[in-house]
């Protein structure tokens, strides 16, 4: 997990008070929220599951230039137990995966703990949206999608978090 040389994302908003994190601040990540008297930083940990490897890399890259801590898989199995032994803040969840299937892997990282979850997919009916979020995604893109727009709904969903 390398962090790149480039600046921290500087956010418009900071978490509710008492949060440090999107999940407590168990991660390694950073992500600089500007408010009112200066600034502070936060650590996240981003979890990406995505089984085409070109793909996984373009994310991971986008990802780490906005000081995120990146983890990231192709497998379904690999998620589930990465998930479980990094407790990461969000995960980038690719639903088509070889070895099981997408929702599947997010009801066992959701029993693990509560990570925000971004689901990916062809998937673009309006019916598949739908029981994409009933299945407790935080937000869900239809590919092909913009990277760029995944780091900013990504970095948008860290910066609102949850408090633990």
Request: with cysteine.
């Amino acid at each position: 997990m390398s962090a790149t040389a480039m600046p921290a994302m500087v956010a418009v908003a900071a978490a509710p008070a008492g949060c440090a994190g999107a999940s407590g601040g168990r991660s390694h990540g950073t992500m600089t929220v500007a408010h009112e008297g200066g600034s502070e930083a936060m650590a996240f940990t981003v979890l990406v599951v995505e089984d085409e490897p070109k793909l996984r890399e373009l994310i991971r890259g986008f990802l780490e230039r906005e000081r995120l801590a990146v983890l990231t898989t192709g497998s379904g199995a690999d998620a589930i137990a990465l998930g479980a032994r990094s407790s990461p803040d969000l995960v980038v969840l690719d639903l088509g995966l070889p070895d099981i299937a997408g929702v599947e892997v997010a009801r066992e990282l959701r029993r693990e703990g509560d990570p925000l979850l971004v689901m990916l997919t062809a998937l673009a009916t309006e019916a598949d949206r739908i029981r994409g979020f009933e299945l407790g995604a935080d937000d869900y893109l239809v590919k092909p999608f913009s990277v760029r727009e995944l780091v900013l709904r990504v970095l948008a969903l860290l910066r609102r978090g949850r408090c633990s």
